[in-house]
């Protein structure tokens, strides 16, 4: 899928930061930051979720070093550890797309809280900084 390790890990990157900014948009309205749009949330959470699974396609072996990665060590040497918070990281995206469709600013509020503590969880395991 990847001529070289240092496409893998700037297409990990890149998508992290796409979903990090339509994810941070929600987040904002969620937090009271930002007016709530249900519209504008519906739009961002849509393409949070079609992205959502994009980087953990680049994770592969030798895409560990170099390229300015953050990735931790730990993503290769607790592989079970990093799948199981993959997964609920998109379990959350899945409630937050749901959420995102109904339109209702508590269940889009409580669906962001899940995701973000997705984030949070895995970056203190598996992220430097
Ligand atoms: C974000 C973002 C993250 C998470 C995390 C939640 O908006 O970019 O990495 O939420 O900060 O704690």
Not at 3 to 13: C, L, M, T, V
């Amino acid at each position: 899928q990847f001529q070289k390790p240092g496409d893998a890990i700037e297409y990990r990157q890149s998508a992290f930061t796409l979903i990090a900014s339509h994810f941070g948009r929600v987040a904002a309205m969620a937090q009271g930051k930002a007016p709530f749009d249900a519209k504008v949330a519906a739009e961002n959470i849509a393409i949070v979720s079609t992205l959502a699974k994009l980087p953990l396609t680049a994770f592969g072996p030798g895409t560990d070093k170099g390229h300015g990665t953050e990735a931790k060590a730990a993503v290769w040497s607790d592989a079970a550890g990093f799948k199981a918070a993959a997964d609920k990281y998109v379990a959350a995206v899945e409630k937050l797309d749901a959420a995102g469709k109904t339109g209702d600013f508590a269940q889009i509020k409580a669906a962001v809280g899940e995701t973000g503590g997705s984030c949070k969880g895995c970056h203190d395991k598996f992220k430097e900084k």
